[in-house]
């Protein structure tokens, strides 16, 4: 009697239901919408052959671009500054607060940072039209309240200011994940590596640059690409607060196209502005995936 | 003795901070408790005379968020299961049964996962309609389930690759086939990796808004996340009844948060570094 040997073929029957679903879900509307791209539609009647007639067009359209010059703030606001920031708060919450006051402590802070990245970004984009509004709004209110009146805005209504506040709103709201990803990090350095370098007599910043960079690395990399690619994607936050105004003043490419689709109906232009935006996810996507490996290399390679 | 006093300014440096994350939920729930007039004269700042609660009642009835808070769990909680049914399947074959081309598969499904929704948003409208979808739960069950699907095959797959292989030729020696393997073994090894997988699911979904912005336009189907967006959307909420909303859409978050905590920390570390 021979253990029967299956072929390792008939694994595949378990990704049956997985494909046919993702061609159902993905592959299939992902096709039509790139498709329709190179077409004239309303949404109705049969699209027309358009080749790259929207393509042109879209060169030419300064909302456009305006779009795609608000997702670089947005990646600021979203990858940029939280990683920064994270990075600082993790070493200190790990280095010293950890160390000197417990972990417990260090846990809490943790979570208080984490809280908002539960939110649905709908809800936190209410909480914060509720806070910024010009008139009875809690930061008005502080304001006045210690004196510098003065400095009250219309934090969502203004558009030299706009931008910055959704952007504000979003540090707020992203700040929470570079910072556990980091701390997670840092629990598997070597703590002698910390201790080595205090007694050669290293100071904070010096351990904090050659030891918890270099160290996390891969995570920093992990990070930054999937921090800008959310930021790339950025809706709701958006939708909520400002949608898109005042006068475009902080419209991103996601939203820009899902009010072509659905509020002008222009669905082939619409299609043509997501399959840009598309393409630049999947680029930065590749380069983050190539970016890690190497990172992780690296670090295999200093750790042996 | 020295370093002891040095250590405070980073301590008070970091709550502060902290502090400065955590205010907006406390000004939100200090002032939902206040009544408009009470607001209307002492504006967000001051503290509450006493808890009045008529206006979260009222909002609560208004845009029936009994309703809302149901569909939210439903499409929620069935998205978690049935994705992470689809992910142990796939990455079952991926992981385990190493099938011919897997690195390809596994970067398709890689890809899959960052697509942006805005390049599916309209066919995945056009299509519900035509199958007679558009507007129903079901249309935002199956489209979720497939999405988070494509995280989880990725996760999953790396886990079951690091699967010890003797367990497996042990229970076929004994005559287990692939079905009972999976079932008997795999699942029930990997329960910590899928309990994370469940509890990221649901929050995710939870989460989401466009997709569910777009194809749930009636009040009776509509999540927690679209009707309050939407409201807030039109411009048409004064301060109190906007208090009301953030706070409402506050607590279910909260809840998860203190619910699944140690999951979730833990799980994005091991999701980010995989």
Redesign the interface.
Known sequence: MT?SR?P????????L??VL??L???V???L???G?GFTDWQ?VGTPKWSGLANYRELLDDSEFWASFRHSLFMVVAMAAVPTALGLV?AA??FD??GK??GSR?AAV????????Q??????A???????L?PE???LN??LK?VGLGGRQQDWLGDPDIALYSVMGVLV?VQ???PL??F???LGRVDPQLYEAAELDGAGWWRRFRHITLAQLL??IS??LT?CT?AA??V??AV??LT?GGPGGATDV??YF??AT??ETTQ?GY??A???V??VL??LL?LAG?KLQTRAEDDGEGARA | MRTALRRYPVLIALCLAALFMVVPFVIVAVNAVKSPAEYSRHGPLSLPEGLYLDGLKDFWQRVDYGQKLANSVLISGSVAVLAAILSVLNAYAIGIGRIRGRTWVLAFFLLANMLPQEALVYPLYYLSKQAGLYDTRLSVIIVFTVIQAAFGTYLLSSVLGRFPREIIEAARIDGANTWQVLWRIVVPVSRPTIGVLLVFFFIWTWNEFLLPLVMLVSNDNQTVSVALGVLQGQRLMDATMTDAAALLGVLPALVFFLVFQRTLTRGIAVGAVK
């Open positions: 253990v299956r390792r073929d008939s694994y595949a029957l378990f990704l239901p997985g679903a993702f159902a879900v993905i299939v509307p992902f039509m919408n790139t329709v949404g708060l200190a919450l010293y607060i000197h006051f402590v802070l943790r979570a208080c940072f984490y809280l908002p539960v939110l649905p970004v709908a809800v984009g209410i909480v914060w039209s509720w806070i509004a009875d709004g809690s209110e502080l309240a707020w700040l929470g994940f556990v990803v701390m997670a990090g891969p995570e992990v990070v999937w690619i790339l994607k809706f709701g939708y909520v949608k490419p996601s196209s899902f689709f659905f669905v619409g299609a502005i997501s399959t935006l598309t996810i999947l996507s995936l």
